[in-house]
Structure formats: structure tokens, C-alpha cells
């Protein structure tokens, strides 16, 4: 197994993937010549051709809605959007026909494509490259979301996803593009959707999270004296609903951290969930540790808005003491 | 090779059999002139009825298209059958030019989902209701032919208020750079719902927008079926030798509301309707069939039966359809889909039974 960072990892998982199937293509902004602004698709023209790694103009409706077009002249689009602010006018499209259509034809037509965008904040960036949109996506029928957290995973889930009949959004922690580091499986490597992932097991109080929220999880669980569970969910649509009941069980105490926004954001449908069907499971109340409901801040006070050790810390002592 | 704004006159075949003549329009056929008229007709038969059809409260909220056959009719008669449509609500019942069964878009306006069809089957996507979003569908497909090697084109329809939409741009700009062979079909009529076209746009004509994508643009007069076809053939043969799109502005008037749900009186010139109505498409064709000694009224009225039966055998095949099974509501939204689907009907059968 190589040692790759997260962002070479879904690089490798790319050029796996195009040299695979021949149908897949690779669309988005700067994502040729220049290999992506982030690097993701590097190499890609070079090797697959400027057809299979296209450079298209600026313009994120524009990029999905022939997207769609793409797949019913058979291709499997991955649709990169640089940044995930920058995607909110792809929402459009995503909303009134990527999830719908295969719907609207009786299952008659697949619309096997990919939209991917770095998320997520903490890295010092100008207004708007900082956001965790996955409810939006989460939220709408017709679409998966899946939420890489490690190196291996980024890779896996992105061949999941392209290979995935429907369309599926996948959300990488752009914080971890190079900041971390992790053993990844060389050649083809396919994490399956819907299927979450077991950190570490502890007995006395479960955390759950993902994507960026994940390394979080495992440093509070280092800060706390205590046996701590991590749960990373991995796959946001379709829920592995059973492992995380399974996970929620084996301590009746969940924290749930995310960096969205509160408000209807996808930890409460975590704590729905964990209200509806394991109630007799839980010693405690559910709470979720996440950004607050203000649009994300200028970055010299971005580490007061997300989550935090400190503040997971806190969350688990006020369990524990419940 | 340097794109000029469009024409300011609109382009015209067919003349008005006194100071206009008629002109003629090469390689089509008596034939193809005849089966252009069954087009019209088909077209005006599905709309009338389906205003009846709703009255009658056997379809729901319908988008008449009255007067906007010719544009219809026109420009699918110079497609291939591989080129690909891309409908708005307006053009609903376009694919019935492809073989479409009337049924199936009764059904869609019945809220059905026999509404439902394959886009394969016909090369036809599926009815775009948000007004320009399927732009970028038909620039895409027409792209992703290019690639392939393969010689389809696509079109897409759409009215003179959807060339305000971010979609639209998109879709054009994309197409445009691509060199994609599309057909971007305006149908003018001037109305959007209530907003007039000096409220939409400050542009001159709909067609100079083209020149800002760096392609061409062409004014045609939206009720003359012939000059329509010819445009759109002219586009295609364009298309297909790797020059990209052109931008069809055919302008004509509505002159019915914009929905069954409509009531134009508070906004419309009811006069100006009546005008319009004066020199609506299909009357004008069969008057120019008729100069060229095409048409009879028995031929006519045989046409018209025809099509009556066809509308007649569809609203009764979309009434015989049952009750849709609750399963519908979840067996086609994924091709994997979640768990969670089966334990939700299985929850809705028990409570609401069926």
C-alpha cells in the first residue's frame, strides 16, 4: 500500500477510474489544464485526453445540467465544483432534474454521475471556501452523499460513486487535502455506499461524525479520560442506519459533531433517528456538538465558530455527569 | 469567421394569395408538404381536445399551444430520427411527431405516471417545467454525441421569457464553446405568462443575443410551417458539419392563455388576439396547400378525422389506466434504492390500505 495524502489519494482513485471505463469523463473548472485548483484531477488530460478531462466555462448549473445531457448519450460524468459555496448554483440543477429524472422516465434512464467538491472550513480562506452544504444535498430526493474522512476512504467512495447508477455528491474535507496522510490501496479500491465505519470502540460514550469532523472526534477522544466510541458515518445517503444504532447502543451516550450550521442541519436527522428508534438504548439525551446558525465567519474568528476539542470535550463531560 | 446580428425582417415561405406570393422551399415533396399538414393538424387536434378534455375535468392543468404548431411541426420535420428533442410544457405533445402514444401525454397531464416514458425510445426528454433548466440537458446531449463520433444533433424548445434565465446562458454559452450541434428553438410569442417581451428583455430582437455567444441567428416567422422547416434545416446542416449551434427566433403571438389556469383579460389587447388569430399557422398552410392545388376539403377533413380517432383512442387508453399502485412512489427515484423505501410502504399499505 502506498502512503498518499487525501487529495493524491482521490487523484489515484481518478486515474484508476478513467483508465477502467471508458465512459467516465471528468468535467469542471480548471480542472485540465491546471489539474484541478486543488490538484485533484492532475494528469488527467494529459493521459485520458482534453475530451475524457474537460475544461468548461464558468458556470455550475451549466456544468450539471449537460451533465445530464452527458449521461443520456451514455457518458458518466464526475462534475468537480471547485469550491463548496461555489456550487449553490448547481443546486438548480440538482434539485429540479439530477434528482428526478431517472424518476420522471419510469427507471428507463440512469443518471450515473458524480458532482465533488472540496468542503468544509478551517483553512484560513477568503469569505464563501468554507461552507458544509451536505444537507442541501442530503436533503434532496433522487441523490446520494457520501463524506470521505481518511485518505483511503476519499479514493474508495469516489469509485463507489462513479460506478453508482445514480447521481451521488460527494463532499471532500478540503482542511485534510494534505494535511493528512493514510495507507491507501493500490490499483482498484471501492469503499461500498451506505456503509459506515468504526473508528475506534469505547464503552462509555459514542461520537459521531464525519468527513472533517472526524480527526476532531479521535483528538477529543485522545483529550478525555474516558472509553470512546467513533463512529464515521462515511455514506450520509443511504444511512447505515444499523451501525449506528449499533454504535449509539454499546454506550446510551451520543455526541453528534458537525460543522454545519445547526438548524435542520444532518445531525439532527442522526438525533431523529437515534429519538425514534433506540430510545430504550440511550442513558442520556442526544446532543450535537456544530457550527452556530451565522453565515460562516471571516477566518481570524473561523476556529470560534466550528467545532472544537474543547467543546466536544465539554459535551461528553456534561453526558457522562447526566 | 465573424457572427452578424440576425436579419431584422422575419424570414417567410408561405405568402398571403394576394401581394405576398408564396414561396417554395427545395427538396420537400408533395408528400412531405401533405405530411407536414397531418402534423399540423395532429398537433392542433391534441391541443383543442385537450382543452375540451379538461373542462371536462378528465386532465389536469394543461399548457394550450395553440398557434404554436407550426413551430413545432416545422422544425421536427427536419430532424433526423436520431436528433434528439428536448420539450418544454409547451411542446408536451411533440413526441406524438416521433410516435409517441397520445395516452402517454394525456396520462402526463392527468398526473399519471403512464405520464411516464422512455427517452430512449424516442429520442424525446422528458417535459421540462422549469422554464429554460433543460437547455443545458439538450447542449449536453448534443456534446456528448459530438464525442462519441456520433452525427445526432439535439433541440431545444423554449419561449422568449426563458431567455432571461441563468439556465438558458449557461446551456447557449456551453453549447456554443463546445461547438455542439444544438438548435436552440425560441418560440417567440411574446408573452410570458403576463410579462410582455419589452419587460423581458431591452435586447432589440430575441436573435441578437445570439452574436454573444458567437453564433448565428435567425428570425423566422413562427406561423409558416415552411419557413420554420427551413431554418431548422439550414441549423442542422450547420450542426452537423461541426459549426456548432444556431439560435431559431420564431415569433408569433399567443393567442390563447398561457394555461388552462390563466385568464389573459386583465393583461391582454383582445383585439390584437383576434388579429392574430386572423393569420393563425394551420389555416394559412391549408390556404397555401389549397393555392398549390394540394389539398380538398374532403382531404381535410379526412386528416382531421383522423387525428380525432388518434386523440379519441388516447383519452380513452389514459382513462382505462388504473389507479397508480402506491409502490410508484418509490420503485424509480434510485436504482439501489434505500432500505428505508421498503419499511415505508410497507408502513403506507397498512395505514392507508391498497
Redesign the interface.
Known amino acids: 500500500m502506498a502512503e498518499l495524502t487525501l487529495v493524491e489519494a482521490i487523484n489515484d482513485g481518478f486515474h484508476v477510474e478513467l483508465d477502467r471505463d471508458p465512459d467516465v469523463m471528468v468535467m469542471g473548472e480548471d480542472v485540465g489544464r491546471a489539474g484541478g485548483v486543488f490538484r485533484a484531477t492532475a494528469g488527467l488530460r494529459d493521459r485520458f485526453g482534453p475530451q475524457r478531462c474537460v475544461d468548461t466555462p464558468l458556470a455550475e448549473a451549466g456544468i450539471l445540467g449537460s451533465a445530464v445531457g452527458l449521461c443520456m448519450a451514455g457518458w458518466r460524468p464526475v462534475c468537480e465544483m471547485q469550491y463548496d459555496a461555489f456550487s449553490y448554483p448547481c443546486l438548480d440543477q440538482l434539485i429540479t432534474h439530477v434528482g428526478r429524472y431517472r424518476w420522471r422516465t419510469g427507471g428507463a434512464m440512469a443518471f450515473p454521475l458524480v458532482v465533488r467538491m472540496p468542503y468544509g472550513g478551517g483553512v484560513r480562506a477568503p469569505e464563501l471556501h468554507d461552507d458544509s452544504p451536505e444537507a442541501y444535498y442530503a436533503h434532496t430526493p433522487g441523490v446520494k452523499v457520501a463524506i470521505p474522512s481518511t485518505p483511503a476512504d476519499a479514493k474508495g467512495l469516489l469509485a463507489a460513486a462513479i460506478r453508482d447508477p445514480d447521481p451521488v455528491v460527494v463532499l471532500e474535507p478540503k482542511l485534510h487535502y494534505r494535511t493528512m496522510r493514510g495507507e491507501v490501496p493500490e490499483g482498484e479500491h471501492v469503499v461500498p455506499l451506505g456503509e459506515a465505519r468504526v473508528v475506534r470502540e469505547g464503552d462509555d460514550v459514542t461520537l459521531v461524525a464525519y468527513g472533517a469532523m472526524v480527526p476532531l472526534a479521535e483528538a477529543a477522544a485522545d483529550a478525555l479520560d474516558a472509553s470512546v466510541e467513533i463512529l464515521d458515518i462515511r455514506t450520509l445517503k443511504p444511512l447505515d442506519e444499523e451501525a449506528l444504532r449499533a454504535a449509539a447502543a454499546k454506550t446510551g451516550r451520543v455526541v453528534i459533531i458537525q460543522e454545519a450550521p445547526r438548524t435542520a442541519g444532518y445531525g439532527a436527522e442522526l438525533a431523529a433517528i437515534l429519538a425514534e428508534k433506540a430510545m430504550l438504548d440511550l442513558r442520556a439525551p442526544v446532543v450535537r456538538v456544530t457550527g452556530y446558525d451565522v453565515p460562516y465567519p471571516y477566518w481570524q474568528i473561523e476556529d470560534a465558530y466550528m467545532p472544537s476539542v474543547e467543546r466536544v470535550v465539554d459535551a461528553v463531560r456534561k453526558l457522562l455527569e447526566f | 469567421m465573424a457572427v452578424l446580428p440576425a436579419e431584422r425582417d422575419l424570414r417567410r415561405v408561405i405568402g398571403d394569395g394576394e401581394a405576398v406570393p408564396d414561396g417554395e422551399v427545395e427538396g420537400l415533396s408533395e408528400n412531405d408538404l401533405l405530411e407536414l399538414h397531418r402534423w399540423l393538424v395532429l398537433l392542433r387536434t391534441y391541443d383543442e381536445r385537450s382543452l375540451v378534455y379538461h373542462r371536462q375535468g378528465r386532465i389536469g392543468t394543461y399548457a394550450i399551444f395553440w398557434n404554436h404548431e407550426a413551430m413545432q411541426a416545422g422544425s421536427v420535420y427536419a430532424l433526423e430520427r436520431d436528433d434528439?428533442i428536448f420539450p418544454s410544457y409547451r411542446e408536451s405533445a411533440i413526441g406524438l411527431l416521433r410516435g409517441m402514444p397520445a395516452s402517454t401525454v394525456l396520462s402526463w397531464w392527468r398526473g399519471h405516471?403512464a405520464g411516464?416514458?422512455?427517452?430512449?425510445?424516442f429520442n424525446v426528454?422528458?417535459i421540462c417545467?422549469?422554464i429554460g433548466?433543460?437547455?443545458?440537458?439538450?447542449?449536453?446531449?448534443?456534446?456528448?454525441?459530438k464525442?462519441?463520433g456520433?452525427s445526432a444533433c439535439?433541440i431545444a424548445y423554449f419561449g422568449d421569457g426563458a431567455t432571461s434565465e441563468?439556465?438558458f446562458h449557461?446551456?447557449a454559452?456551453?453549447a456554443a464553446?463546445m461547438r455542439a450541434p444544438l438548435v436552440l428553438f425560441c418560440n417567440n410569442n411574446q408573452w410570458a405568462i403576463s410579462t410582455p417581451l419589452e419587460a423581458q428583455t431591452a435586447a432589440e430582437t430575441l436573435a441578437d443575443k445570439a452574436v454573444g455567444y458567437g453564433i448565428p441567428g435567425v428570425r423566422v416567422d413562427g406561423a409558416d410551417v415552411l419557413a420554420v422547416f427551413e431554418a431548422t434545416r439550414e441549423a442542422l446542416a450547420r450542426a452537423r458539419t461541426g459549426e456548432g449551434p444556431t439560435f431559431i427566433e420564431a415569433v408569433t403571438y399567443r393567442s390563447a392563455p398561457h394555461a388552462t389556469a390563466d385568464d389573459p383579460a386583465a393583461y391582454i389587447d383582445a383585439a390584437r388576439v383576434e388579429e392574430e388569430k386572423e393569420r393563425e399557422c394551420l389555416g394559412r398552410y391549408e390556404a397555401y396547400l389549397r393555392r398549390l392545388g394540394l389539398l380538398s376539403d374532403e382531404a381535410a377533413e379526412a386528416v382531421r378525422a383522423e387525428a380525432l380517432e388518434r386523440m379519441r383512442e388516447g383519452i380513452a387508453a389514459a382513462e382505462a389506466e388504473p389507479p397508480p399502485d402506491l409502490s410508484l412512489l418509490f420503485?424509480?427515484?434510485?436504482?439501489?434504492p434505500?432500505?428505508?423505501f421498503g419499511s415505508d410502504l410497507a408502513e403506507l399499505r397498512r395505514v392507508r390500505g391498497g
Open positions: 434528439w405516471p411516464w416514458w422512455n427517452p430512449l425510445e426528454g422528458s417545467v422549469p433548466t433543460h437547455v443545458p440537458h439538450a447542449a449536453g446531449l448534443a456534446w456528448g454525441k464525442l462519441r456520433e439535439s441563468g439556465s449557461e446551456g454559452n456551453f464553446v420503485s424509480h427515484a434510485y436504482a439501489n434505500p432500505e428505508s
